[in-house]
């Protein structure tokens, strides 16, 4: 046989009609061969890879569980310390975890039960609450727990030791200082002081949700969870623009925090478009030139109060007057702070709610222009959404939003020393 076979050995081959022929079994081992490997492929692709993350915050800790699918599950408490969750999926799951440094969470472990995957989350005590709920795109089910911090046990009471009545040069003792559990707030006017704004209110509603939702409600419920975050971690007095459901002139709202002599000032919004996909949050500080349309379209609505209508795009002294507000903000380096500020807050939306990440962004918003000190506006998620609109109905979620404008807000002040929020 001549040696032009090359590697083929002569008992693979067969020579018919003056052709060479590989044997139909081979073929069938190779065909075989690549279906495996296309099945693989498909199987790889088919896997729902969840990753588990644990973080804490200041008044919780969470677990965040992030899908490339959407999964079925169950949460129960199996053990007083001890939250069982159990998943399942039409593919196969692969979970993937790090090490745990958590001041509540011991440890995050996986198992399996028959076709079920459990994760386990063991607490470092029994003494905690949970809450959970999901976001989508990508899925993530997230657990929020918050440590139960139970009062001091009290001695029995000792029968009362009978001691003379004062001289009239003796006054009894003063008692001690109560420590209330949180660091003293000066109420003088030489306090630091943080305000916050509830956009809209009273007749101005502001935006509305498919399920009747109010704009004006929601930020009232989220400025008063932001602020019992600040007075119960923060040596800051915090001063409401409004505690209730009344209308709040734009001018006044700014004058509250320059008669406080504030360090921050943080008005909070619910979002509309009208494009019902729009979703996420976004954060704001001053420019008067606006980012895009639709934020310039925003900052219009936002700006339009009713005794502001018309006036915003015809007056030319007003908008001369913002330059120079514009002007002596950006002398003092109140641009620089506010758009750190917005940067940090932006950042913490992000990573603690799930919702997509529209960025920080730059906005005439009028109630922005006279406040003399670091400000920013805050569009937390879209009411005109409506999965974002029964998101912002729900309690914790509006505690989520609270918990992640104070982490930003905290995070600021760590960069800028204190007393170098104002001139």
Request: glycine share 6%; hydrophobic share 40%; charged share 25%.
């Amino acid at each position: 046989m001549s040696s032009d076979a090359g590697s083929i050995p002569a008992a693979s081959i067969s020579l018919l009609k003056d052709k060479w022929t590989v044997p139909r079994s081979r073929y069938r081992i190779q065909a075989g061969f690549l279906g495996a490997l296309l099945f693989a492929s498909l199987l790889a692709q088919n896997i729902a890879r969840v990753r588990v993350s644990v973080r804490d915050y200041a008044e919780f800790s969470r677990v965040t569980l992030e899908s490339t699918q959407t999964l079925t599950f169950t949460i129960a408490r199996r053990t007083p310390g001890v939250i069982e969750v159990g998943l399942e999926s039409q593919s196969p799951v692969h979970i993937q975890s790090g090490p745990v440094t958590s001041r509540l969470i011991r440890s995050v472990s996986m198992s399996r039960q028959g076709s079920r995957n459990i994760l386990s989350i063991e607490g470092k005590t029994e003494s905690y609450t949970f809450t959970h709920f999901t976001v989508g795109n990508p899925f993530q089910l997230i657990l929020d727990l918050r440590e139960v911090r139970r009062p001091a046990e009290t001695p029995l009471a000792k029968p009362a030791e009978k001691k003379p009545a004062p001289t009239v040069a003796e006054k009894p003792a003063a008692p001690p200082p109560q420590d209330t559990g949180r660091p003293a707030v000066p109420l003088s006017s030489g306090g630091r002081t943080i305000v916050i704004d509830p956009g809209h209110g009273g007749m101005e509603s502001g935006a509305q949700g498919k399920f009747g939702t109010l704009e004006k409600d929601i930020t009232l419920a989220v400025s008063l969870k932001l602020k019992s975050l600040i007075e119960r971690n923060l040596a800051f007095r915090v001063v409401l623009t409004r505690d209730k459901d009344v209308e709040v002139l734009l001018e006044n709202r700014a004058a509250a925090a320059n008669n406080n002599d504030a360090q921050f000032f943080i008005s909070i919004h619910a979002n509309g478009s009208y494009k019902k996909s729009s979703s996420g949050s976004e954060t704001f500080f001053l420019n008067l030139n606006a980012t895009d349309e639709d934020v310039r379209r925003l900052a219009y609505f936002e700006n339009t109060q009713t005794e502001l209508q018309g006036r915003i795009a015809a007056d030319q002294d007003y908008q001369d007057d913002i330059r120079m507000i514009l002007w002596d903000m950006a002398q003092a380096a109140y641009i620089r702070q506010s758009s750190r500020l917005a940067e940090l807050v932006q950042a913490e939306l992000n990573g603690l709610l799930g919702t997509a990440n529209r960025g920080i962004k730059q906005a005439p918003f009028k109630v922005l222009t006279e406040v003399a000190c670091p400000a920013i506006l805050v569009e937390v998620a879209f009411l005109s959404n409506p999965e974002e609109e029964r998101l912002l109905g729900k309690e914790e979620f509006q505690w989520n939003v609270a918990q992640a404008i104070y982490q930003g807000l905290v995070n600021t002040i760590r960069e800028f020393p204190a007393g170098g929020y104002r001139r």
